[in-house]
Antibody, heavy 120, light 112 residues
Framework: QITLRESGPSLVKPTQTLTLTCTFS??????????VGWIRQPPGKALEWLAL???????RYSSSLKTRLSITKDTSKNQVVLTMTNMDPVDTGTYFC????????????WGQGIPVTVSS | DIVMTQSPDSLPVSLGERATINCKSS????????????LAWYQQKPGQPPKLLIY???TRESGVPDRFSGSGSGTDFTLTISSLQAEDVAVYYC?????????FGQGTKVEI
């Protein structure tokens, strides 16, 4: 079965760079049509889509955050890494990674999420 | 970016009654190449990741009860829960995956 797990620091300081890793199993990110994306959710607020990487290394980013985001994949390790620079307290929230393939690539399997707090 | 606007923000519904959530996109999410709407609905309960309910605007994900249905095309979409059950209390999000940058609606909280 498909599983995804997010890992990384739970606390970062303002201006630091956040690096999150999504480790997955049950699928290959080298298979045609497959993608892995990142979505975040501030406490008590709505979901915000961040970034996506496709099996062919095509990458997509949120328009408002694209200058701060970078997404990469390591197919051999079954991992996708998201980096976000210049972290601010407003970036506090839970960060999810998700798998997509069928249905036009819609995110169908999600990790449990990792809470990240930005504070000095 | 395509802006997704849901209404209402909060929806009180009695058990067994119908719940209807609306979602409007600022641009069409209908693809002319395959005539499909790149619109999904998610359900999120506290402390859990979102759960995919509907994709292609009206296709129910495997295992989702048939009391959940989606409709609409272009820019206007609806999620209907035909007979609300206690376990349906949650926040529901519409989501477009048509444009280069995907976006979510602000969420609708369904409560009893």
């Amino acid at each position: 079965q498909i599983t995804l797990r997010e890992s990384g620091p739970s606390l970062v300081k303002p201006t630091q760079t956040l690096t999150l890793t999504c480790t997955f199993s049950g699928f290959s990110l080298s298979s045609t049509g497959v993608n892995v994306g990142w979505i975040r959710q501030p406490p008590g607020k709505a979901l915000e889509w961040l970034a996506l990487i496709y099996w062919d290394d095509d990458k997509r980013y949120s328009s408002s955050l694209k200058t701060r985001l970078s997404i990469t994949k390591d197919t051999s390790k079954n991992q996708v890494v998201l980096t976000m620079t210049n972290m601010d307290p407003v970036d506090t929230g839970t960060y999810f990674c998700a798998h997509g393939a069928g249905g036009g690539g819609v995110s169908d399997y999600w990790g449990q999420g990792i809470p990240v707090t930005v504070s000095s | 970016d395509i802006v997704m606007t849901q209404s209402p923000d909060s929806l009180p519904v009695s058990l067994g009654e119908r719940a209807t959530i609306n979602c409007k996109s600022s641009q069409s999410v209908l693809s002319s190449s395959n005539n499909r709407n790149y619109l999904a609905w998610y359900q999120q309960k506290p402390g859990q990741p979102p759960k995919l309910l509907i994709y292609w605007a009206s296709t129910r994900e495997s295992g989702v009860p048939d009391r959940f249905s989606g409709s609409g095309s272009g820019t206007d979409f609806t999620l209907t829960i035909s007979s609300l059950q206690a376990e349906d209390v949650a926040v529901y999000y519409c989501h477009q995956y048509y444009s280069t940058a995907w976006t979510f609606g602000q969420g609708t909280k369904v409560e009893i």
